[in-house]
Structures are given as structure tokens and as C-alpha cells.
């Protein structure tokens, strides 16, 4: 059974915007399909967390236009603080939904390298585009919040990396949010082509203390073979928000893909982290650090679907609730048929520090295969009173006893994080709702 629902624009809106950026033919039929598509699709439906009474659809305004940089001096004291000083060679800032800064060194575009936002990469680089957006990533008929993405994108950026091609320094963006109208629906597409290797930082930042409006959030991530991609992020969205955020990898051969995310949103949230590893001997590690505060309602799917033979699967998360907050662990090792040899294993754990804090890690091995390895560790527990005891008997005070718990308890998700850049500035976040 489907549900219809009354869409925020029309086909001629998402086709109007689609002209106004600029983009290429074929991406305005794509949106007005998705859009048709939204109206009729169901809901997702993760796994406990009811959803159903979340606005999904209404926004008070599609885009809004905001400055650009000529310089990153312009930028906020807050954001200037995220920008790696030593990496400023190549960095993308978008402004809202505005393409706001691009810098990308000229080495790196002799080797072919791009770095763009995505509507000049519809138009520019249609054919790269055209191949890997909503195709076999992330699917545009998924459910309602795929297909409203699709129709509705705003932002985001594109980043490719040619054949034998390794971009030594990380690339970075960042996603600016500071007017509490906009609404974000980026799309992020990565791709890493045969023995290329790159590292990708993303930070979304909210200076706003609370938004009015959506966030819609999807990154594709493709490695051909015996490449590699590090995703790193920091996500800190504003309370107010509704976010849905899909983050999906697709693995060819012998390659790649480690995530190192941290979902520091203030804002009710439903997140899927899904990597397919299709390629034989291909390899993903996903590593998640979640903290909750307030009323935040969240639900964090991590999976990751082995189907070529001889792949490896990791799975960390650690997350800490407090005050009213509820955080659900799905942790999902998926082994297909055929997928002989392969291991798959994941831990996750959750940390309440009051009475009215919820959480629940729940860890889901699907195996159809017999010659595998798989293995699953899961917990969810308030702060021991034990440890509390001892530190205030030191002469700590209850307050900053709980921090140090806290700090300890996500030390060993934040300390194996492979980017040094989004372990300092989650240790920072972290610090921040902690305290």
C-alpha cells in the first residue's frame, strides 16, 4: 500500500529550478520522474523508531541564495576554525545552497582530478555524471525520501579521481548552514577509478540555534579496482532540522572504502551507512561516534553487503545519550551466496548517562554462505557508578567525573579515526555537548 503526499512544489518548479542552475538537459527530466515518483512512494521504515509523524516534506523555502568567499578570511571565526590551514590547496565551501568557494591546486587538475559542485558537474562532466548518480548507489525508487532527494537536490559536490591517480592531501568541504529558512538536499558523488586513492573531509556546520527547515543528505562513494576512499565527516546540523542522511559505497575489486563518521547532529535523525562490497577481496571500515542530547529522536542503520568473495566488513560504534535522548543501533553484516571466505564483524555500544536516556544496539548478522567468518558484539549500559566513585574520591567533581567517562567510553572509536583533521574536530564537538 502507498501513500500519496501533497509534494512542496510542483513538476515546473523542480523543472525551473533545474534551469536556473544550469544544469544539463537530462537532469530536469530526472527530478520531475523522482518528483512523480515521491508522491507515491512509502515511507522507510527503521527499524524501531516510528517515523510517521516526522515532517519529511515541508519546508519554508527550496534555496536560499547566500554570499560566496573570495576569500576564505571571509568566512565566520566558527568556520574558519574547521579549515585545515595546511590543506587550503583544495577545498570546496558551500554557503547554504550557494556554490560559495572552490580551490583546487593546479597539479592535481593536470592529473585530471575533479572537484566541482554538483550542478556545474551535471553540465561539465554530464557523461561521469550521468553514469554514477542515483544508479547503482543509491536508488531513486528506494522509498519517498530517495525519490524527494532526487527531485529536490540543492547542493552538493562532485570529486573524481582518474585511473592510477593518488591525491596525497585529504580534500575538504564544507557545508555551511546559517540562515534557519534553508534546507538542505546535497548530494555528494565520490569517484576513485582503477589504483586511485583519495581522502575526502566533510563537515556540515550549523551557526544557527535552531533550523526551520530539511535536510535530505545523500553521498555516493565508487571505487574501481585496487582503489581506496577515506570518508571522513563531521556532521553538526542545528536542532529544528528533520535529517535523513544516506551515505552508500559501491567496492570494486580488491579495493576499499573506510568511513570514519561523526553524527554530532543536534536534530531528530534517520541514518543509513550501507557499503556493497562487489568486487572480490574488497574491503570497507566503518567507524561511528554518536552523541544525543535533549529530545533528539535517532536511528543509525550501519551495514555493510558482502557479495564478491574473499571481502572484509568492520563495523565500530559507540554512542552516549543523555537527558531525554533515544539512539538506535543497527548494526547489519550481510553475507550473499557465493561470497565464500569472507568475514564479517561489528560492535556496537551505548552509553546512557540519565534515567530518561534510551538506547539499543541491535546487531544483525544475515549469512547464505558456509565458508565465512562472522561476529557480533553488542551492549548498552549507564555509566558505572564504580568509576564515578573513584574519580570523585580523587577530588573530581560529579560533572567533570561524567565527562572523563564519556571521553573514555568514545575514546576507542575517536583514537582509530585514519583522519587526523575529523579526530580533533570531533574531539572538539564532543567536548562541546558534553560538558
Not at 597539479?107 to 547503482?136: C, N, P, Q, W
Not at 547532529?265 to 572480490?280: A, F, M, P
Not at 550481510?334 to 560492535?347: D, L, P, W
Not at 558484539?377 to 572523563?404: C, K, N, T, W
Request: charged share 25%.
Amino acid at each position: 500500500m502507498t501513500v500519496e503526499t501533497k509534494m512542496a512544489l510542483t513538476e515546473q518548479d523542480v523543472r525551473s529550478y533545474s534551469a536556473k542552475m544550469n544544469e544539463a538537459d537530462w537532469m530536469a527530466d530526472f527530478r520531475a520522474d523522482a518528483l512523480a515518483k515521491a508522491e507515491q512512494l512509502p515511507m522507510p521504515k527503521p527499524d524501531k523508531t516510528k517515523i510517521d509523524k516526522w515532517n519529511f516534506t515541508e519546508f519554508p523555502v527550496h534555496a536560499v541564495e547566500s554570499a560566496s568567499y573570495s576569500s576564505l578570511d571571509e568566512l565566520s571565526e566558527e568556520a574558519r576554525a574547521l579549515v585545515d590551514k595546511d590543506q587550503q590547496n583544495s577545498i570546496y565551501i558551500q554557503h547554504n545552497n550557494t556554490p560559495a568557494y572552490l580551490s583546487l591546486s593546479e597539479e592535481l587538475k593536470a592529473k585530471g582530478v575533479i572537484m566541482t559542485d554538483i550542478f556545474t558537474a551535471s553540465r561539465e562532466h554530464s557523461d561521469l555524471v550521468k553514469k554514477y548518480f542515483m544508479t547503482d548507489g543509491v536508488k531513486v525508487d528506494e522509498h519517498k525520501l530517495t525519490a524527494l532527494h532526487a527531485a529536490l537536490m540543492n547542493g552538493g559536490v562532485f570529486v573524481y579521481v582518474p585511473k592510477n591517480v593518488v591525491v596525497e592531501e585529504p580534500i575538504q568541504v564544507l557545508f555551511l548552514h546559517d540562515d534557519e529558512q534553508a534546507s538542505l538536499f546535497n548530494h555528494v558523488l565520490i569517484v576513485a577509478e582503477a589504483n586511485s586513492s583519495v581522502t575526502y573531509v566533510e563537515n556540515y556546520l550549523s551557526t544557527v540555534e535552531e533550523s526551520k527547515g530539511l535536510a535530505n543528505i545523500v553521498s555516493e562513494v565508487f571505487t574501481g579496482d585496487n582503489a581506496q576512499i577515506t570518508y571522513g565527516a563531521v556532521d553538526v546540523l542545528a536542532k529544528g532540522f528533520t535529517t535523513y542522511v544516506n551515505r552508500r559505497g559501491v567496492a570494486g575489486r580488491d579495493s576499499r572504502i573506510d568511513w570514519a563518521l561523526g553524527l554530532m547532529n543536534d536534530s531528530d535523525t534517520i541514518s543509513e551507512s550501507i557499503t556493497h562490497l562487489v568486487g572480490n577481496g574488497s574491503h570497507c571500515d566503518m567507524k561511528t561516534v554518536v552523541v544525543g542530547r535533549g529530545k533528539q529522536r535517532q536511528n543509525f542503520t550501519t551495514e555493510i553487503v558482502h557479495w564478491g568473495m574473499d571481502t572484509e566488513g568492520f563495523i565500530l560504534k559507540h554512542g552516549v545519550v543523555k537527558e531525554e535522548s533515544t539512539c538506535i543501533f543497527n548494526g547489519i553484516g550481510r553475507i550473499a551466496k557465493g561470497a565464500t571466505r569472507s568475514n564479517a564483524v561489528q560492535e556496537s555500544r551505548v552509553l546512557m548517562l540519565s534515567e530518561k536516556a534510551r538506547g539499543d544496539a541491535n546487531p544483525i548478522l544475515l549469512i547464505d554462505e558456509d565458508d565465512v567468518t562472522a561476529g557480533h558484539a553488542a551492549s548498552v549500559g549507564r555509566v558505572d557508578p564504580m568509576q564515578l566513585f573513584y574519580l570523585m574520591s580523587r577530588g573530581i567533581s560529579q560533572h567533570e567525573a561524567e565527562r572523563l567517562v564519556i571521553h573514555g567510553f568514545l575514546a576507542p572509536v575517536v583514537s582509530k579515526l585514519p583522519i587526523e583533521g575529523v579526530k580533533k574536530q570531533l574531539t572538539e564537538v564532543i567536548e562541546r555537548k558534553v560538558r
